[in-house]
């Protein structure tokens, strides 16, 4: 008899929290093939739930990531104004990723070293944080800022400017030299500076020059 959708649902959830339990237990990633083992479930039953490994590691990043995806969604809800808005939504994700790291190093850096083997099963995760980030910059636009750029330019120019605080295993290497009040300072200057535009009268006066 085939599982209805709220069972199903509760089954992936249960499995997944299993293999990320397991992980932080062993100390190494989690097959397929002993996912099922440890699931106790029917091989049938497993593959009902989970089709292939894509299946099983999207289930388990989206546990991990829940707590990114729901401080994002918060950030893009509220009403505070853009400087602080966008400070909220890179600090909160740090926060967690640093508590993490913190709790247990071997853990973060395991997980993290899944999430970049498969890297390609966990764009779409980068990808919505792109879209809220460029929800953001449109707000932010709204009130003056980034003067004469391109909602894409502008993304690509913030997500470089703030990529040690973004990517979560700089934190691996990088450690406690990232601090909130770092990353206050590189948005603050973002807002100040980050400007298509020259003159007197733009937010950012650019007077560095690519040399050609």
């Known amino acids: 008899m085939a599982l209805s959708s709220e069972a199903r649902k509760n089954e992936r ?26 699931s106790g479930l029917a091989r049938a039953r497993f593959e009902e739930i989970f089709a292939d490994y894509d299946e099983l590691f999207d289930a388990v990043a989206q546990i991990w990531l829940a707590d990114h995806m729901r401080v994002m969604e918060d950030v893009l ?8 808005k966008m ?15 913190r709790e247990d190093p071997q853990n973060y850096i395991l997980i993290s070293e899944m999430g ?24 932010a636009q709204a009130d003056g ?37 770092k990353l206050a300072r590189i948005i603050d200057t973002i807002f100040t500076g980050l400007s298509g535009e020259t003159g007197e009268s733009a937010r950012g006066v650019n007077t560095l020059k690519a040399l050609t």
């Not at 400070?87 to 790291?101: A, L, P, S």
């Not at 003067?147 to 700089?170: C, K, R, V």
């Open 13 to 38: 959830k249960r499995i997944a929290q299993m293999v990320l339990d397991l992980v932080k237990e062993r100390g190494t990633e989690i097959s397929y093939s002993v996912a099922h083992i440890e």
């Open 77 to 84: 809800a509220s009403d505070l104004p853009p400087v602080r």
């Open 87 to 101: 400070y909220e939504f890179f600090r909160r994700r740090f926060v967690i990723n640093q508590q993490r790291f």
């Open 116 to 139: 970049a083997a498969n890297f390609e099963k966990v764009r779409s995760y980068v990808d919505l944080a792109d879209h809220y980030l460029a929800e953001l910059i449109v707000q």
């Open 145 to 181: 800022y980034f003067a004469g750029l391109e909602i894409d330019e502008a993304l690509s120019l913030i997500n470089q400017m703030i990529s040690t605080y973004a990517i979560p295993d700089n934190i691996i290497y990088v450690g406690d030299k990232l601090t909130e009040e």
